[in-house]
T-cell receptor
Framework: TQLLEQSPQFLSIQEGENLTVYCNSSSVFSSLQWYRQEPGEGPVLLVTVVTGGEVKKLKRLTFQFGDARKDSSLHITAAQPGDTGLYLCAGALILTGNQFYFGTGTSLTVIP | DSGVTQTPKHLITATGQRVTLRCSPRSGDLSVYWYQQSLDQGLQFLIQYYNGEERAKGNILERFSAQQFPDLHSELNLSSLELGDSALYFC???????????????FGPGTRLTVT
């Protein structure tokens, strides 16, 4: 069982639609990050959220950290084909410090 | 381009063999992280070094070892290779390496290891 479970695992939508990806855990994290990974490349950091309840917006992407610091969500408005990729959440547990855990991943395909 | 370099890009070897993967962090970054990515396990944290010292350990097998050299480049050594070790191995680097808060990690392009 993975520490960070993401849903959905796969998502295929039409250009212009909205979507939300979820990252859930039963553990408490000191902070969470979201990455996007394209085929054959390493993950690229999108955002870091550190405060429970925090909301960050980056253009069409909105990230939220749960109040209890156990979950996070990524909302994309008006998805574009360039948003296609594997989205990964990652966190460091409060208790174990530097050991990082990546989520199970959400593969997004945006169809033109 | 993240500024993190990894060599080789592809590696094909036989079971039982030993290989070394190399990583050069971004200029100025003191921390190096190693990850393994496979289809069934996802992205798994292996180990972190900070300024030459081991800082954190994840799901790293005893057959695997790593080190960070004085010039801050790092090597991941994989020995007694098994078919299940076939995966993408990523290196990442960050400026800091303290506990608690995730650092902004920059990932290299990865090394694809195939064990036959």
């Amino acid at each position: 069982t993975q520490l960070l479970e993401q849903s959905p695992q796969f998502l295929s939508i039409q250009e212009g639609e909205n979507l939300t990806v979820y990252c859930n855990s039963s553990s408490v994290f000191s902070s969470l990050q979201w990455y996007r990974q394209e085929p054959g490349e390493g993950p690229v950091l999108l955002v870091t959220v550190v405060t429970g309840g925090e909301v960050k917006k980056l253009k069409r992407l909105t990230f939220q950290f749960g109040d209890a610091r156990k979950d996070s969500s990524l909302h994309i408005t008006a998805a574009q084909p360039g948003d296609t990729g594997l989205y990964l959440c990652a966190g460091a547990l409060i208790l174990t410090g530097n050991q990082f855990y990546f989520g199970t991943g959400t593969s997004l395909t945006v169809i033109p | 381009d993240s500024g993190v370099t990894q060599t080789p890009k592809h590696l094909i070897t036989a079971t039982g063999q030993r290989v070394t993967l190399r990583c050069s962090p971004r200029s100025g970054d003191l921390s190096v992280y190693w990850y393994q990515q496979s289809l069934d396990q996802g992205l798994q944290f292996l180990i972190q070094y900070y300024n030459g010292e081991e800082r954190a350990k994840g799901n790293i097998l005893e057959r695997f070892s790593a080190q960070q050299f004085p010039d801050l480049h790092s090597e991941l050594n994989l020995s007694s290779l098994e078919l299940g070790d076939s995966a993408l191995y990523f290196c990442a680097s960050s400026v800091g390496g303290g506990t608690g808060t995730l650092r902004e990690q920059y990932f290299g392009p990865g090394t694809r290891l195939t064990v036959t």
